[in-house]
C-alpha cells in the first residue's frame, strides 16, 4: 500500500524525468540549422523526433507534420534500414 508520502516521491520522481526528456531550446535551434543547412532525411526526422518530445502544442504538430511528409516522401529512416538490409542479403 502507497503512502502520501512515497505517492509525492514517485510523482516528483516522475515529473522529473519528463521534465529531463523534453529538448532544451539549444538542442531544438541547433537541429533546425543543421537541418536547414543540409537537409537530409536523417537530419529531418533527428529534428521532428526531438520536436516529438516539446510540451509546446505547436512543435508537436510540427513533428507530426515534418514526420508524415518523410513517411509519404518514403524518406523514413525505417525504410531506408529495410533497403538496406534488402541490398545487403542480395
Do not use: W
Not at 9 to 32: I, Q
Not at 47 to 61: D, G, N, P, T
Not at 62 to 88: M, P, W
Amino acid at each position: 500500500m502507497h503512502t502520501k508520502q512515497s505517492q509525492k516521491v514517485a510523482r516528483r520522481d516522475l515529473d522529473e524525468k519528463l521534465r529531463l526528456s523534453t529538448p532544451d531550446r539549444e538542442l531544438l535551434e541547433n537541429l533546425a540549422v543543421a537541418c536547414a543547412s543540409d537537409p537530409s532525411p536523417d537530419k529531418t526526422f533527428q529534428y521532428a523526433f526531438a520536436l516529438s518530445k516539446s510540451r509546446q502544442e505547436s512543435e508537436l504538430r510540427y513533428a507530426v507534420t515534418i514526420l508524415d511528409s518523410l513517411v509519404k516522401e518514403g524518406k523514413c529512416c525505417h525504410t531506408n534500414i529495410q533497403e538496406k538490409r534488402f541490398r545487403f542479403n542480395e
